[in-house]
């Protein structure tokens, strides 16, 4: 046990350091700023629920959407090296599949809930698939194949519509998007929760992540041994579009309305930073989904950090870009490894003491 | 100079009505229209609804349409409509720039042009007159309204649409007038790009922060939306009686659909619909009165809306 | 003599992490001469040349040219002190045209014009009696043409030293001719030229001298008059002789009874020609032959590595089909792959992960091997193979070649096989590591599992097999068994049936 929990601190950690160091430095900072930035208090909304708020609440749920996204899009990095940059166009999509499938039947019950989700999601994967096939079977580059995607997907979004912003109100949406009856916690946050458990028990029954890994970080040995390479990759995406009509039934929930030109818009941007933060290399192979989602974490925070510092609007993107670089930097190879060298320069230099 | 111009265009209108009852076999007049396409937004969706319902076969007209967000697939449209002999051009630019050719070519071929929702940087002498909203109005038609209500205190947070675009200039024109003025206090203004949850999470931060407002102006109703969700989660009324005032823009059905049920207070117009201006401009065979039409627009408060003004005003279902 | 003497490498060393890839290199160029480089895969010949040209930095020795110490630090540093590189692929621009290509990115280049540029190109192209002028684009000329444009590029450079690497591998034989009846005109011309092939005979056609490199080792430098082809081969594939001691007879008679385990008739790949090949329960045999002969390409079919496009696979007398690798290694195949790093192992996995992989995907998908179980089994093979590793959460990537190789036998020990096929398991590790692998080879053939056995080391298939296939370009020529296993008997059927 003992050795187990130094082998977390000497693997495990490792990889997360970068993210926990900017969680906290932003915690920090935001303490010092205002000490009650973190409060949490409880308030009666609008349905007469008792639910938590304040800017913990606020970070953590508003970062649901591409919590989920990063999930899937570390997969897709681990294997196929490249990343998504069609999963807001395509959780566009999904969100209006969604709503289609809601305003289809005469009132909404939570089985029509369901059934909308269930082919929601199965409209997302065959887009993933679609995706997936271009890159597994084609080997083309994931930023160019999702390319396609992401510059029609809304178009398509928006003829799934078939008018500019449909809107859909039921309690029952209001439940998944907001908060639920008796719950104080957000249920996209739960959400989050109930999809990290699936994917931990999805890499706990099955061989998937050693696969994945072994196709990203050398695809010729992989096939040698037998791995189906195209399999693994295309099944990636797909697990990708299952994370993505996820975020984009969330998404609607919400608002109660699906927007195609807004919803989830650059998303992705953020969800390959949170891949990226999280000390997952974009360059495929070993990963962590806990990386991930911490980093989507950090986003989150930065945003409601600034926007709470109010800072002004057009400042924001801006903002966002410096930190986010400072962190990828820091976490990149070439800096981790000078600073190995500097550790271990230290290192062996009291032991040359020693020795003398 | 004027008055040689003014011959000339009615010598043209005299050719051109000779020009239409000799080569108009049906009779009907040949309209072509250059637009943005209808997934732009709710509101073009609207506006090329409208434009399909006034010019139809059974008003008279024979409807030529092209759709495109890119100015030279726009400028390549018009002169296809042009080759092809059409009688009025109406058009809509996705910018502003490089449509003196195309416009000069259609006057020399003695079609009439006319411009919608979107004015032009050319000479006025190259179309007949432009039909468009004026978004510095409907702010003001919006912060009258405001006014109007007689708060002892107004604490507003503005969120706006995406920084530079018409729409979000006009709209926050009349607001920072108030802001300027020490009438109102600004408690956050911010973009949200037209973008729901975005401006949730700026009404979110604020509530977090704890201080007070009691005015909500967003830029567009699903700005609105997401604000009213950041209220409804905080438990903070709105709407009319509420602690806080909710205003949106664009009039979407489902928009004042939401100020009937007294959820908002207001909405202002955005109009998309000038094909009947236009219509009726050309049925007439009147030069129009001045160059600049601004088309008539609305602000509709929760208290006075009918089910009438949503059928007739909302966009949308 | 010592005047003549163009270039002069004297005990050059070369390092990579965990490999050392030069150790005590001579090499002599003199004026006027084609001298061949020759050496198996990994024998330093390529390590050698990037040296040369600045590409890589020596870890220790010298460089003369023309008797003056120079050290060569980048590709440019090598051009300006007269060595020039051919390489096998074109690296000119073919949309430029012939004279831009000569000309382009040498000082003084921008203020020269274009006729001047074609003149003079013209001019050298004539007297190399290169048939191509200045003004043609260079993409509409021939391969060979190409490359021979490259070469007066290098002449007009004023290079003392010309590198031609593997200049004919994609050249007819007339093409061929032309390169060569070009190379002895520069040799009159005083340039040496060193000239890399595999090729064995093209080397008796052209070259004057012959240094042969093995294992980063140089083996000696020879004339080539004086050195037939049976013994270059020879030095090339090495026999040292015994110093590894005795570990255990060669059963030469082992397994010639039991039941055949694979049988192929027929069997073609998109890389070989159709070959019949069978191998009984508890045989060893090997494919033998130089590099590119197809000994590889050879087992990578009868595994499913490459695409397989005919052929009829029997395993245990049963008909089956064997299209991808998970065939094969359902089949009870397994395949060690020639490239450790390439093809084996994956670099930032673990020591486990990468000990359970093919156990893994030959359990399927639903069935993960548990963290405790994969842990038991990296240790049992760690204990067993005696791999030297810091613990088994280790990534493969840090762990020595040697030990690399180890984990990747582990792997395929692991899955159990009836058929274990070795490409190169020996390379460039230790010698006591190749000891235990050849070990283990035999111990495996007493267990009843068929091995068949690839290494460019003739000594040591000799030792291991009980019968060896040969082969020559793409084909094999030979099988030696029993009293025909010996050395001098391999060499002459790899050489061919001449001298």
Redesign the interface.
């Given at each position: 046990m003992k050795d187990g929990s130094k082998?977390f601190l000497k693997?495990g950690l490792g990889q997360l350091t970068i993210p926990l160091i900017a969680v906290a430095l932003l915690v920090i900072f935001n303490l010092i700023r205002d000490p009650s930035f973190f409060s949490i208090s409880i308030?009666?909304?609008?349905?007469g629920n008792a639910?938590l708020?304040?800017?913990l609440i606020?970070i953590i749920n508003?970062a649901s959407e591409l919590a989920i996204l990063a999930i899937g899009m570390t997969l897709v990095t681990a294997a196929t090296k490249g990343q998504d940059i069609s999963v807001g166009a395509a959780a566009a999509i999904a969100g209006s599949v969604f709503v289609k499938v809601l305003k289809s039947g005469s009132e909404i019950s939570v089985g029509m809930v369901l059934l909308a989700f269930l082919c929601a999601c199965l409209v997302a994967m065959i887009f993933g698939a679609f995706n997936g096939t271009l890159v597994a079977v084609f080997n083309i580059q994931p930023m160019i194949a999702t390319l396609i995607l992401y510059t029609c997907g809304?178009?398509i979004a928006?003829?799934i519509n078939g008018?500019?912003?449909?809107?859909v109100n039921s309690p029952i949406l209001?439940a998944i998007?907001?908060?639920a009856p008796g719950i104080p916690v957000?249920t996209p946050v739960i959400i989050v929760i109930a999809v990290t458990i699936l994917f931990k028990l999805l890499f706990?029954?099955?061989?998937?992540e050693?696969?994945t890994?072994?196709v990203g970080?050398?695809q010729?040995?992989?096939?040698?041994?037998?791995?189906?390479t195209t399999f693994i990759k295309l099944l990636s995406f797909i697990l990708l579009g299952v994370c993505v009509s996820v975020a984009g039934c969330i998404?609607v929930s919400?608002?109660?309305?699906i927007?195609?030109?807004?919803?989830?818009?650059d998303v992705e941007m953020d969800a390959i930073l949170a891949v990226a933060i999280g000390g997952n290399s974009l360059g495929g192979?070993?990963f962590k989904i806990s990386g991930s989602i911490i980093g989507a974490y950090v986003i989150q925070m930065l945003?409601?950090t600034l926007?709470?510092m109010?800072v002004s609007?057009?400042d924001v993107k801006a903002y966002k870009a410096i930190v986010i670089v400072l962190l990828v930097v820091i976490g990149s190879p070439v800096v981790k490894e000078r600073f190995r060298k500097i550790f271990k320069k230290g290192k062996s230099g009291t032991k040359g003491v020693e020795a003398a | 100079m004027r008055r040689f111009s003014k011959v000339l265009s009615l010598a043209l209108v005299v050719i051109m009505m000779f020009a239409l009852t000799a080569c108009g076999g049906d009779g009907s007049i040949k309209v072509g229209v250059v637009n943005n396409p209808p997934s732009e937004s709710g509101y073009r969706e609207a506006n090329v609804k409208d434009m399909e319902a006034v010019f139809s076969k059974e008003n008279g007209y024979e409807l030529k349409t092209a759709y495109s967000l890119k100015n030279d697939e726009q400028l390549q449209a018009a002169q296809g409509f042009i080759t092809e002999g059409v009688d009025y051009l109406l058009i809509s630019a996705a910018e502003t720039t490089g449509w003196d050719e195309v416009l000069k070519k259609a006057k020399d071929a003695g079609i009439k042009v006319y411009l919608f929702d979107r004015m032009i940087d050319v000479d006025e002498s190259l179309y007949e007159a432009a039909v468009v909203s004026d978004m510095a109005k409907e702010g003001e038609t919006a912060v009258n309204w405001l006014l109007s209500q007689n708060l002892d205190e107004y604490n507003v947070i503005h969120i706006q649409g995406a920084m530079g675009s018409d729409a979000q200039i006009g709209r926050t024109g009349a607001l920072d007038a108030q802001f300027a003025s020490g009438k109102m206090n600004k408690v956050v203004q911010q973009t949200a790009t037209w973008d729901e949850a975005e401006a949730k999470k700026i009404v979110e931060s604020v509530i977090n922060s704890g201080e007070d407002f009691n005015v909500i102006y967003a830029e567009n109703d699903g700005m609105a939306k997401g604000a009213v969700a950041a209220l409804d989660e905080a438990g903070i009324t709105h709407g009319v009686d509420g602690e806080v005032i909710v205003m949106g823009f664009d009039c979407n059905k489902w928009a004042l659909r939401e100020l009937k049920a007294g959820a908002w207070n207001y909405d202002g117009q955005c109009s998309p619909f000038q094909a009947k201006i236009i219509s009726d401009l050309i049925k007439s065979g009147n030069a129009p009165s001045s160059k600049k039409i601004i088309n008539e627009e609305k602000g509709f408060d929760a208290k006075t809306l009918t089910d009438a003004d949503i059928d007739t005003y909302g966009l949308g279902e | 003599m010592q005047e003549e003497c163009l270039l002069k490498l004297r005990g050059i060393d070369k390092y990579f992490p965990g490999v050392r890839a030069l150790h005590n290199v001579d090499f002599t160029l003199r004026k006027g001469e084609i001298h061949a480089l020759m050496g198996e895969n990994g024998a330093g010949k390529s390590t050698l040349i990037k040296i040369l040209t600045g590409v890589y930095q020596m870890d220790d020795g010298s460089i003369t040219i023309d008797g003056e110490a120079v050290s060569i630090h980048s590709p440019q540093d090598a051009q300006n002190k007269g060595i020039s590189t051919v390489y096998q692929e074109i690296t000119l621009c073919p949309n430029l045209t012939v004279a831009e290509n000569m000309f382009i990115g040498r000082e003084g280049g921008l203020l020269v014009n274009q006729k001047e540029y074609k003149r003079k190109a013209d001019e050298q192209l004539q007297s190399l009696g290169i048939p191509a002028r200045g003004g043609q684009q260079l993409g509409s000329c021939s391969l060979a043409v190409q490359q021979m444009v490259a070469i007066a590029r290098a002449v007009d450079m004023k290079c003392k030293v010309l590198i031609l690497d593997e200049p004919t591998s994609s050249l007819d034989d007339k093409e061929v001719n032309m390169l060569f009846s070009l190379m002895r005109d520069l040799k009159a011309k005083g340039v040496g030229i060193i000239f890399v092939t595999h090729f064995l005979e093209q080397v008796y056609e052209v070259s004057d001298r012959i240094t042969v490199l093995r294992n980063g080792e140089l083996v000696g430098e020879y004339l080539t008059k004086d050195l037939p082809q049976v013994q270059l081969v020879a030095r090339m594939m090495g026999k040292e002789l015994d110093e590894l001691g005795d570990f255990g007879e060669t059963d030469s008679a082992a397994g010639s009874d039991s039941p055949v385990f694979y049988e192929a008739s027929g069997l073609v790949s998109e890389e070989t020609n159709p070959f019949d090949f069978t191998i009984r329960k508890g045989e060893v045999n090997g494919f033998t032959g130089l590099l590119g002969s197809g000994r590889s390409e050879s087992v990578r079919a009868i595994f499913g590595a490459d695409k397989v496009t005919g052929g009829t696979v029997k395993v245990n007398g049963e008909e089956v089909k064997i299209s991808r690798p998970v065939d094969a290694m359902k089949k009870g195949i397994a395949y060690l792959a020639e490239d450790r790093k390439r093809d084996g192992i994956i670099a930032d996995l673990s020591v486990r992960e990468n000990i359970i992989l093919a156990l893994q995907v030959m359990n399927g998908f639903f069935k993960p091997i548990s963290r405790s179980e994969s842990e038991a089994f990296a240790d049992e093979y760690i204990k067993a193979l005696n791999i030297k590793t810091a613990s088994s959460e280790t990534p493969i990537g840090s762990l020595s070649g040697g030990n690399q190789q180890k984990v990747i036998l582990a792997r395929w020990l692991l899955t159990h096989p009836d058929y274990l096929i070795l490409d190169e398991p020996t390379r460039g590790i230790d010698v006591g590591t190749k000891l235990e692998i050849q070990k283990l080879v035999l111990q495996l053939a007493r267990d009843g599992v068929s091995v068949t056995f690839i290494s460019s080391e003739v000594e040591e298939m000799l030792r291991t097999c009980s019968r060896l296939i040969v082969m020559r370009d793409r084909h094999i020529v030979g099988e030696l068994k029993g009293e025909d296993l010996n050395q001098a008997q391999v060499m002459k059927t790899i050489a061919g049936g001449e001298a």
């Open positions: 082998k693997n308030t009666h909304n609008n349905v639910v708020s304040g800017n606020s508003g809304r178009s928006y003829w008018g500019a912003t449909p809107t209001n998007g907001s908060f957000p706990h029954f099955t061989s998937l050693i696969l890994q072994s970080i050398n010729s040995a992989a096939r040698l041994n037998g791995i189906n998404g919400r608002l109660g309305l927007n195609h030109e807004t919803l989830l818009l192979g070993k945003t409601i926007y709470a109010k609007s057009t | - | -």
